[in-house]
């Protein structure tokens, strides 16, 4: 579940949307040409600018959306973990004396396990099969494409990406769209069975 802030006319307006309408927004959202980036606790923002009919300016709108649980700090093996999970396949496995994760070769202990359900990262289905969250997923991708300091005119990003421009502000721009272009191929490259997935909830 995420919280959805939509900002338009006449102001804010919120509420909880599920994770198959997320993605709805996302998928929207490309198909638009609007600009949006992942953001760090598992969410997303998406902007666009519209005319105004009664003034003819251009006015800024937005969506954000929020997860329910922030993804929060991810420890190395939790990414570990989460990457096993994410390459699909992954087993919830009932014993008598323990509930774990199957995923490839890599047994996932039965508390850790229970941390990755506990914090949203991962959902379970009635099949047992074991998927990540949009929200985890959103916040892997955010981690892996932060935008990181540097003087005013360089900006680097955490992928490599480093980029060196006339001003800051330019810097920062190129940096935006490369973010907002990851997001566009992680939001292209969702697949039917994970789409179907998310919807079957
Ligand atoms: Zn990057």
């Known amino acids: 579940m995420f919280t959805e802030t939509i900002v338009h006319a006449g102001g804010d307006s919120r509420g909880p949307v599920s994770e ?17 980036e992942a953001t760090l606790n598992g969410g997303a923002s998406i902007r666009w600018t519209r005319i105004d009919l009664t003034t003819h300016q251009p006015v800024l709108r937005s969506i954000t959306l929020t997860p329910e649980m922030p993804v929060g700090t991810l420890d190395a093996s939790t990414r570990a973990h989460l990457a096993l999970i994410g390459l699909g396949d992954a087993r919830h496995v009932l014993t008598a004396d323990s509930r774990h994760i199957v995923a490839g070769d890599t047994v996932i202990p039965t508390g850790e396990t229970a941390r990755l359900r506990a914090r949203r990262l991962v959902a379970v ?25 540097g003087p005013d005119s360089f900006a680097m990003c955490s992928c490599g990406l480093t980029t060196s421009a006339p001003s800051g502000e330019i810097a920062g721009n190129v940096q935006r769209g490369h973010r907002q272009r990851v997001l566009a191929r992680f939001v292209e490259s969702i697949d039917a069975a994970y789409a179907a997935a998310i919807s079957s909830r």
């Open 125 to 149: 289905d009635d099949r047992g099969r074991v998927r990540l969250t949009l929200a985890a997923r959103l916040g892997l991708l955010a981690r892996d494409h932060t935008q990181a300091g």
């Open 20 to 36: 198959s309408h997320a993605l709805m927004l996302l998928r929207r959202a490309l198909n638009r040409g609007f600009g949006s």
